[in-house]
């Protein structure tokens, strides 16, 4: 016999969202609530800071364990891949046994396996451990979701996901600039052995201070098989946005890729509607408010992450910078999001969503547009104010789609809801880069031949210009060692103009997904089953 569960969505006045259990109150520090935001902004932190702090550590690795080139892609994509696969069934397994104790394990086993890659002398055992903090980054963030939503009531849960956003928000801004620190004045390793006494402090505040709470009607079973379809589907997507800059997206790899991602998530949504305990109910997305916010972050991440990963290479290659100079140039986007965190969460307290969201996401777009405008030899100070309204504009949108999300799933679910957060950003975040970066190689590929001739250097052969086009679209020129400094300045000059180019088109892109997703944040509205987790903590 099948049974189809569905989730209530209604809203105040009709049947009440399940309460979390009291059966163990909040005594001393035990379940304070901004005790237990302090300790699980100490462990988002650490993942968070693994996200981007590596990228500057890669070269490093790459001269000391004699990698190839893509050995060290994978230190990224291992990561990646784990997480994104993992997020949703990880907030499932919050949902059964408790966030706490899944917040602990997460934060033990990363910090663990920040030590193994610190200890690891090659590469296979790099990524290998890569893969498994990306397992445990994916246990501990829906988690940490799950324990804010449960311990702050409903009129201060904005300003604590506010804080959360910002930690969040700081930890990813910052981690080039420590990363360079790191790797420039100590070595490659320290980048990962940071992270183990920032997890005994995680686990040490978790354990004196984090409260488990647990609805009355958690989950007290396992849907094997849709977490196996689940798990299926997102990694062919997943996968498939990874290699298609490689194999090309008109490949017949990427396309059976993807095609086996909607074939598993056909498969998983089936199966959920028959299963009496599912990983999802399906009900869930019968909120619009809940179904808007997970593709406003989905949207936000495309806009913001793709965009985002061109601005690097700008800084990097085609002004001239240090990864730590690049850093603190991005550190008007780092301030606004760490200013506009907390002053979002207070606004979308006092006005509901609906119009922080929309004014973020128009914020956003209108910046993604200023950065289409950059030139080779655009000032500090003109960059600054595109990146400050980018930063000003994504504060809101984190907050109040996270809030939005874990706000509008019933308390028992409040894990696969941050896992669907979670999930919604790295997808967003892979679509950008994987999308944006198709439209700067097109760009560049289409310019490039164009722009060489018209500078008057020699022709180039097919091989040698699909070469000179791979570095182009990172911002290198491709000079040959030996070339007379006149030729090498006109070189210069036209991969810059070209990556320009390249990067403009993208920008514009990511301000158009950005001005879609302002008329997707008007359908959101505040999270209907807020209140479920008040109460239960002391302020």
């Not at 600039?177 to 070595?187: A, C, D, M, Q």
């Not at 977490?227 to 490689?246: D, E, N, Q, R, Y």
């Not at 598993?264 to 089936?270: D, E, K, Q, R």
Request: glycine content about 12%; some cysteine; charged content about 10%.
């Amino acid at each position: 016999m099948t049974s189809q569960t569905t989730i209530d969505t209604t809203g105040p006045g009709d049947k009440a969202p399940a309460a979390p259990s009291e059966a163990t109150p909040a005594t001393g520090l035990r379940g304070h609530p901004w005790l237990t935001l302090i300790t699980v902004a100490v462990g988002v932190m650490m993942v968070a800071l693994d996200g981007t702090i590596v990228a500057i550590a890669n070269p490093a690795i790459q001269k000391d364990l004699k990698a190839s080139f893509a050995d060290v892609q994978w230190i990224t994509n291992g990561y990646f891949l784990a997480l994104a696969v993992s997020l949703i069934t990880a907030g499932k397994l919050g949902d059964r046994f408790g966030h706490r104790q899944t917040f602990l394990i997460g934060v033990t086993g990363f910090a663990a396996a920040s030590g193994a890659i610190g200890l690891s002398n090659s590469i296979a055992a790099v990524v290998t451990f890569r893969v498994f903090q990306g397992l445990f980054g994916a246990l501990l963030m829906p988690a940490a979701l799950g324990l804010l939503r449960a311990t702050f009531p409903a009129e201060k849960l904005n300003m604590a996901i506010g804080i959360w956003g910002m930690v969040i928000g700081a930890s990813t801004a910052g981690g080039p600039i420590l990363g360079g620190v790191l790797v420039e004045h100590v070595n490659w390793q320290s980048v990962f052995f940071i992270n183990v006494p920032v997890g005994l402090l995680a686990l040490v505040l978790g354990v004196l201070i984090l409260l488990d709470h647990r609805a009355e009607n958690a989950p007290r079973s396992f849907d094997i098989l849709g977490i196996a379809l689940l798990s299926g589907a997102m990694f062919c997507l997943v996968w498939a946005l990874i290699k298609a800059p490689t194999w090309g997206w008109g490949s017949g790899e990427t396309w059976a890729f993807i095609a086996a991602s909607v074939l598993l998530f056909g498969l998983f949504a089936f199966w959920e509607t028959r299963v009496a305990e599912p990983l999802i109910p399906l009900g869930l997305f019968r909120s619009v408010p809940l179904s808007a916010g997970v593709a406003l972050m989905v949207l936000m991440a495309i806009a913001f992450m793709g965009g985002l990963f061109f601005v690097t290479f700008y800084l990097q290659n085609v002004h001239g910078m240090s990864p730590i100079d690049a850093g603190l140039h991005l550190l008007p986007l780092t301030g606004m999001m760490i200013v506009g965190s907390p002053l979002a969460g207070a606004a979308i307290t006092k006005l509901g969503p609906r119009i922080p969201l929309a004014g973020g996401m128009a914020a956003t777009a209108i910046a993604m547009y200023g950065m289409s405008t950059l030139e080779a030899d655009t000032g500090s100070g003109v960059m600054s104010i595109w990146f400050a309204l980018l930063g000003f504009g994504l504060a809101p949108v984190m907050v109040g789609a996270t809030e939005v999300i874990v706000g509008n799933a019933p308390m028992e679910l409040s894990g696969v809801a941050g896992g669907l957060q979670q999930a919604a950003m790295q997808i967003g975040g892979s679509l950008g880069t994987a999308v944006l970066g198709a439209v700067m190689a097109s760009k560049v590929d289409s310019d490039l031949p164009g722009n060489w001739t018209g500078a008057g250097l020699p022709k180039l052969t097919p091989d040698q210009l699909d070469k000179a086009s791979e570095a182009v679209q990172v911002g290198v020129a491709p000079v040959a060692k030996g070339t007379p400094e006149p030729i090498v300045a006109k070189i210069t000059a036209v991969a810059h103009d070209t990556f320009i180019s390249g990067m403009s088109l993208a920008s514009l892109v990511a301000a158009g997904v950005a001005a879609v997703a302002v008329l997707v944040a008007l359908l959101t509205k505040r999270g209907q089953n807020a209140e479920a987790g008040a109460g239960v903590g002391h302020i």
